[in-house]
Structure formats: C-alpha cells, structure tokens
C-alpha cells in the first residue's frame, strides 16, 4: 500500500514538471514580448515628439 501511494506521488511529480516548464517558458516569452513592446512605445513616443517639434517650426 505505502509503494502505491508513493508511486502516485512520482507519477504526480513527473507530470508536474512538464507543466512547471511551460509556464517558466510562457512567463518568458511574455516578457520578452513587453520589453519589446516597451521599446517600440518608446521609440514611437520619441518620433511623436520630433514631428510635434517639427511641425512647432
């Protein structure tokens, strides 16, 4: 009985671990994306205001 409960607790284990793994791997592409989104709303931000300032010309 107790080997059976403590292969259940394996099996549990090792389809955790997977799951584990694709959530660290979605968390990752997420952040990727925001940093890199991030970037494009800064660069937008900074062409926004040159063409403010040009058109102030």
Not at 10 to 28: A, F
Not at 29 to 45: C, I, L, M, P, Y
């Amino acid at each position: 009985m107790d080997f059976q409960r403590q292969a259940g607790k394996s099996k549990k284990t090792e389809t955790g671990l997977p799951t584990i793994q694709i959530d660290l791997d979605l968390r990752s592409d997420v952040a990727n994306e925001f940093r890199e989104t991030q970037g494009k709303t800064a660069e937008s931000v900074e062409r926004t205001a040159a063409a403010e300032d040009q058109l102030k010309r």
